[in-house]
């Protein structure tokens, strides 16, 4: 669980630092592009894949091509997302995407659900849905044209890299260098990009915010991999685990950093995820 618990402190830091850098007037298309970057980078570092003896034939190319074009792509319709049907619907479609994923481990990975698993997972996805309605506002967002495509993309696309992100670890040594691979491929069409829509590779403060976004993607992918990779055989700890801390985790830095105010349904919600971890905790034991 520790390594669950990381990985969704680095994918909170990594909202939070987008947060704060889109208020500071940064441009994130291009952080995004530049995020791969360093990611990409830091993966051939920690992960030293043999990228000079790739095996053509061994290599999932098809793996590499969806989740290099999925993993910038989710990023932009995640701020189109936000953008058309608002902050509160986004993070529904966002965090509710455990249900897909939840399904693929007991449909596709043939999970064995026990008691105590499931009433974690009930009261996990209770007090996810606690919380995110209780940041509703008196003024609503009025909903702009596609924004139910935009929201039933992010909905779909985030379960979609949990389960490749969960099949990706089962290729043994050719793991890292399929890995290695995606950043990279992801890179290169984000630099693309950005290149035609802002008619540059990106300004300095953008590049170095880039890049230290890199560092917090590349620590959450990773940890969240290797936590797959250690739990094998129980996938849905690790969806629905790293789901419920990401929003658990996300209100409390809401209520520290940006002084929001704690209502009833999201103290609510709070206890319920706390006791849910509790119970995947024990499940996993």
């Known amino acids: 669980m520790e390594l669950i618990f990381a990985a969704a402190l680095c994918s909170v830091a990594v909202s939070i630092l987008l947060k704060i850098c889109k208020e500071k007037g940064f441009n994130t298309f291009q952080m995004i592009a ?37 993993l910038p792509s989710i990023f932009l319709c995640l701020a189109k997302s ?101 950043f990279i491929y992801s890179f290169i069409l984000s630099i693309l990009y950005t290149t035609v829509r802002n008619k540059s590779i990106g300004t300095v403060k953008d590049v170095l915010a880039g890049l230290g976004l890199g560092i917090l993607n ?28 990401v929003v658990l985790f996300g209100v409390l830095g809401g209520l520290i950093i940006f002084k929001e105010k704690l209502k009833v349904w999201t103290g609510l919600g709070l206890c319920m995820s706390i006791v849910s971890v509790l119970c995947l905790a024990y499940a996993m034991a």
């Open 82 to 182: 936000l953008q058309t049907a608002g902050i509160l619907k986004t993070e529904i479609a966002q965090r509710l995407s455990v249900v897909l994923s939840l399904s693929a481990a007991y449909f596709i990975f043939q999970e064995q659900f026990s008691q105590l698993k499931v009433i974690g997972i009930v009261l996990g996805l209770i007090g996810v849905i606690c919380i995110l309605v209780s940041q509703r506002t008196a003024s609503q967002n009025t909903e702009k044209p596609y924004a139910i495509i935009y929201l039933t993309c992010v909905w779909v696309g985030y379960a979609l890299i949990d389960v490749l992100l969960k099949y990706t670890t089962g290729l043994g040594l050719q793991f890292s260098v399929a890995l290695n691979l995606v």
């Open 34 to 70: 530049w995020n791969y970057a360093a990611a990409s980078i830091l993966c051939y570092l920690w992960f030293k894949p043999d990228l000079q003896h790739i095996s053509v034939q061994q290599t999932p190319w098809w793996l590499i091509l969806i989740l290099g074009i999925l």
């Open 218 to 245: 590349f620590a959450n992918i990773a940890l969240y991999v290797k936590a797959h990779m250690l739990l094998k055989d129980t996938p849905a700890i690790v969806f629905a685990g790293m789901n419920i801390l």
